[in-house]
């Protein structure tokens, strides 16, 4: 079955959970070359349009790892019945050994592919603890030959790139021995391109020249604190409220309804990274002392380097401390895991190290996972990414449902849909416009749709999309069953000609836009000294931890973990427990529809202009707030104590 399609003919594991995936039943296609098995769709997709500019040096070592297929179709159904409330098997968790045994490859299947590595020379050849993948180090020389394939150099680009290493990948489809072929989902740590980062600050990606005549608009403390005038109208009008500083623990806590009674305690929450940052903790400290917030304590604090920690830089470095912070803020009581995957491993670096990084909170002690939420602050490619990243991703998201693990994803920064988020195992985060008033009150939450138009030469000029949830219909996922008859046909409809009603993205959000986006704590450390500053960000790289910060809040003193909320979620529709985020429309107060932001803030002064629902703004790809279900808020926001106990009911 081809990944691009989905068939209207659902399988025996949709049947039970609702869900397809094209092309995880197989991606080995006939191969001209005997004894060979192409591995179908397994190039990086930038390799389709950029240029390349060498092969990459036969001398260099990487480390390579063949991920193996686990039965899928059992697990699956397993993960589902686990994952749903009034199943018989509802939190029946296995234990990562007991999932390995049960669902996982065989060590037949991983004695083979350690045979084959090693007779082509690979060297440091192992499988994980439970049989995820077989690791393996050598010679680009020995990986072209191996896998029949060339390793180029690419020339990179802002948005594909591979941070401090030269960009590569596979030029030619992998090729495996025809017999390892049905033990094989797909072979990682041959591209290198960067993961993106769901983060944002409240500047413009337009280039200018700046006004040394500009005016100075302060920035607000809470929505709505100071307003001004500008000139030309935009939108309009010529008043306008600025742009929020960034809005601190206490406004979060009491928009969200967070309490020093459900803290998350006992509660283990891990936080996935790409390297490590330095002096994190610390950090955390001055950042809980200026918040008000209680110090945290340095027993529930703990790093897990798969690498060597902050040695070749974090890229990272600004997504940790959002993630460690905000997740602090709604779970002070929790332990906090931070997993860094290997920077400092060319071979690993990008989805690989974060693969890892995940695969090490699923295989723990192997009688537990080592946390019961994960949160994932990361997106790899939109939904044209190879199809063995699809399977490689699924296959471990099902083994996170099937042992308990909550998987939170940032849904994305702009209009769209990105994975892992819209694998239906994940519990996809979207982003919400929120105005927090002076005494911490929800003024109005919105879907994060906000288009900027910037001043120049006393014109306002239009640039479209500044920022978005990512979401909306897939193209690779039936509709879960724990969505049917809750999103509307309309959000549902499959892309293109295709038959079937599909996945549709987020399930939840959060706060997300940089314009009213979060004040987070920063150390800048240099020779001479060390500094604290707060800086605001913005994308739904705040809204995914924050959300997981909630449930592992709501996870305190409640006999088993929550694991996938996902049919929880659905099943809250319209309750209580979540706020409904709605549209703004023109009867809303014009004081919540957009605001204006100076040039020393945001490096041009412009204005922005919230809930933007149209296909005139550029970027904008059909994306709706709506009451209800929508796919910008999903089923809506967390609404404090009554989330919490809402899980927990249904927990």
Same mark, same amino acid.
């Given at each position: ?40 769709? +397994? ?146 740590? /041959? ?72 803290? =998350?305690? =006992? ?45 070749? *830089? ?28 290997? +920077?400092?491993?060319? *071979? ?28 994932? +602050? ?55 416009? !929120?105005?927090? *008033? ?143 985020? !709605?549209?703004?429309? +023109? ?16 490096? /041009? ?20 707030? /709506? ?25």
């Amino acid at each position: 079955m081809s990944k691009r399609k989905l068939a209207c003919a659902i399988s025996a594991v949709a049947l039970t959970s609702g869900l397809t995936l094209a092309g995880a039943t197989g991606v080995a296609a006939a191969s001209p070359h005997p004894g060979l098995s192409v591995l179908s769709e +397994s190039t990086a997709p930038f390799t389709a349009h950029s240029r390349a500019i060498g092969d990459v040096a036969g001398s260099q070592k990487l480390t390579i790892q063949v991920w193996l297929k686990p039965r899928l179709a059992a697990a699956q159904s397993y993960a589902t019945a686990v994952s749903t409330p009034g199943n018989r098997l509802y939190h029946h968790y296995l234990s990562p050994d007991a999932y390995a045994t049960r669902f996982g490859a065989t060590v037949k299947a991983a004695t083979a592919v350690e045979k084959w590595l090693r007779g082509q020379g690979f060297t440091g050849v192992h499988a994980s603890g439970q049989r995820a993948y077989v690791r393996a180090t050598g010679t680009v020389s020995a990986i072209d030959a191996a896998l029949h394939t060339t390793l180029k150099l690419y020339a990179g680009s802002t948005s594909v790139n591979a941070g401090p290493y030269q960009l590569r990948a596979n030029s030619t489809p992998v090729k495996v021995p025809a017999a390892l072929a049905p033990s094989v989902l797909g072979v990682t740590g /041959l591209d290198n391109a960067a993961p993106i980062n769901p983060i944002i600050r409240p500047k413009t990606s337009i280039s200018g020249s700046a006004n040394s005549k500009a005016p100075h608009f302060p920035c607000s403390e809470y929505y709505g604190q100071h307003s001004v005038t500008v000139k030309p109208k935009v939108y309009g009008r010529t008043s306008f409220p600025t742009a929020v500083c960034g809005y601190d623990a206490r406004q979060f806590r009491a928009a969200y309804g967070a309490n020093f009674t459900n803290t =998350g305690k =006992g509660q283990t929450i891990a936080l996935i990274e790409l390297g490590l940052t330095q002096e994190m903790f610390q950090t955390l400290q001055d950042y809980a002392s200026h918040n008000d917030m209680p110090a945290p304590s340095p027993e529930r604090y703990e790093e897990l380097s798969l690498g060597q920690g902050t040695t070749c *830089g974090d890229d990272f470095y600004i997504e940790e401390q959002i993630d460690v912070e905000i997740s602090y803020d709604m779970a002070p009581g929790a332990n906090q895991l931070v997993v860094g995957g290997d +920077s400092c491993n060319d *071979g690993d670096y990008g989805l690989q190290g974060l693969f890892d990084a995940d695969i090490a909170v699923l295989g723990g002690n192997g009688i537990h996972p080592l946390a019961t939420a994960a949160s994932n +602050s990361w997106e790899g490619y939109d939904e044209s990414q190879p199809a063995f990243l699809d399977n490689i991703e699924n296959s471990y998201l099902i083994r996170a449902a099937a042992e308990g693990v909550g998987m939170y994803f940032s849904s994305g920064d702009g209009s769209g849909v990105e994975t892992p988020s819209s694998d239906p195992d994940a519990i996809a985060v979207g982003g919400t416009t !929120l105005g927090i *008033g002076a005494t911490g009150n929800r003024l109005f939450e919105t879907g994060w749709s906000t288009e900027a138009s910037v001043l120049s030469d006393n014109q306002w000029l239009n640039f479209g999309e500044q920022g978005a949830a990512g979401g909306g219909p897939s193209l690779l996922w039936a509709q879960p069953r724990y969505q049917k008859g809750k999103v509307p046909r309309s959000l549902s409809v499959a892309p293109g000609n295709r038959g079937g009603l599909v996945r549709s993205v987020p399930d939840i959000s959060a706060d997300a836009d940089p314009y009213t986006g979060m004040a987070v704590g920063i150390l800048n450390i240099t020779t001479k000294k060390t500094t604290y500053v707060q800086e605001t960000y913005g994308g739904t790289s705040v809204a995914s931890p924050l959300v997981a910060g909630m449930v592992t809040a709501a996870q305190q003193g409640h006999k088993s973990a929550f694991g996938d909320i996902d049919p929880i979620l659905y099943r809250l529709l319209g309750t209580a427990a979540v706020n409904d985020t !709605l549209p703004l429309t +023109s009867a809303s107060p014009v004081l919540y529809r957009a605001i204006v932001c100076d040039q020393y803030t945001c490096g /041009l002064e412009l204005a922005a202009e919230f809930d933007v629902q149209s296909y005139s703004m550029l970027g904008y790809t059909g994306q709706v707030t /709506l009451k209800g279900y929508d796919n910008m808020t999903g089923v809506g926001t967390p609404n404090g104590q009554d989330f919490i106990a809402a899980l927990r009911r249904l927990g």
